[in-house]
C-alpha cells in the first residue's frame, strides 16, 4: 500500500478471549482500539505523541474515523496493522490503516485529527503546533465517502445511556471508541442477531464527560455497496448537543 520508512509502522495484535461477541468474531470496536494503540504508538515513535503535546498545551483529539473490513478476526487469530501519516487539511492531521491477517488484507481506515489547545478548548492548525514535525502527503488506504457524515434528524430505534468513569480517557473525556459501542446500543437486538457490522463512518462533534447522560437514536437507511446501512446520532440530553453522528455498514454473516 505505501513504501517502507520512517514514517510507516506495523504492529500486531493478538485477539484476546474476551473480545469476541457470541458469533466468535470480534465486533470494529475491538479494531478500532487496535487503531486507536498503534496511532498513538506511532505518534510517540515520531516525536508528536501525547508527552510531546503535552509540552505546547495541546493534545489530540480524533475528529473522523472511516473504516472498512471484509472479515473480522475471531480468538486466537493475529492481527497485523500498517499505518502511516497521510498529510493534512486545514486544521486537522490525517492518518491511514491496513489491517491484514494471515489470509492478507482484511480491512482498510482513514482518519482525522485535530490538534486541541487545552486552554482555548480550540483546534490549532498542526503545522503551529508541530513547526518541526513534516506530516508528508501520502497515499491514502481509504478516502471519506462524503465531506460530512449525514445528521439523522429523527432516530427509528433510541435507547437512553450515562458515560461512566471508566468510559474516560487519558485527556479527561469521554473515549472515542465508546461512543461507538453508545451508538449501537440503539440497534435492534433481533438485528444485531442476525448481522453483523462491517463498516462504520464515525464524525466527533463536540467533547463529553463521565456522567452526561445521552440518546442514542438511529435509523435504517439506504443500501450502499451490497450492504445494509444505519444513520446514527448520539445527543446529550442536558444541553440536546448532539455529540457524534455515523453511519454504519451491515452483512450476514
Keep these: 500500500m505505501t513504501t517502507n520508512s520512517a514514517f510507516t509502522f506495523e504492529h500486531g495484535y493478538d485477539i484476546r478471549s474476551y473480545e469476541p461477541r457470541p458469533d466468535g468474531r470480534v465486533s470494529v470496536t475491538a479494531i478500532c ?8 504508538r506511532h505518534a510517540d ?10 509540552q505546547s498545551g495541546h493534545f489530540w483529539i480524533l475528529a473522523r474515523l472511516h473504516l472498512m473490513m471484509d472479515r473480522l ?7 497485523s ?6 498529510g493534512k487539511e486545514r486544521l486537522v492531521a490525517l492518518r491511514d ?5 494471515g489470509n492478507g488484507q482484511m480491512g482498510t481506515a482513514t482518519t482525522s485529527w485535530v490538534t486541541l489547545n487545552t486552554r482555548t478548548h480550540r483546534a490549532d492548525p498542526p503545522d503551529a503546533v508541530l513547526p518541526e514535525r513534516s506530516i508528508p502527503e501520502r497515499e491514502h488506504a481509504l478516502v471519506f465517502p462524503t465531506k460530512a457524515v449525514t445528521r439523522l434528524k429523527d432516530g427509528e430505534h433510541t435507547a437512553q445511556l450515562t458515560a461512566r468513569r471508566s468510559d474516560m480517557d487519558i485527556n479527561g473525556h469521554v473515549n472515542n471508541v465508546k461512543y461507538l459501542e453508545y451508538c449501537f446500543e440503539s440497534v435492534p437486538k433481533d438485528w444485531v442477531r442476525e448481522n453483523r457490522c462491517h463498516g462504520v463512518d464515525i464524525q466527533f462533534r463536540s467533547e463529553s464527560f463521565p456522567g452526561d447522560e445521552y440518546i442514542s437514536a438511529c435509523t435504517m437507511d439506504a443500501p450502499d455497496q451490497g450492504m445494509d446501512t ?3 446520532t448520539l445527543t446529550r440530553i442536558s444541553d440536546n448537543k448532539e455529540i457524534v453522528r455515523m453511519r454504519s455498514w451491515w452483512k450476514r454473516p
Design 81 to 86: 496493522i500498517l499505518t502511516w501519516p497521510s
Design 73 to 79: 478476526p475471531g480468538f486466537g487469530e493475529r492481527t
Design 45 to 54: 515513535k515520531l516525536g508528536f505523541g501525547y508527552h510531546d503535546l503535552e
Design 97 to 101: 490503516f491496513v489491517i491484514s491477517d
Design 33 to 40: 482500539d487496535q487503531l486507536q494503540d498503534i496511532a498513538s
Design 230 to 232: 444505519f444513520l446514527h
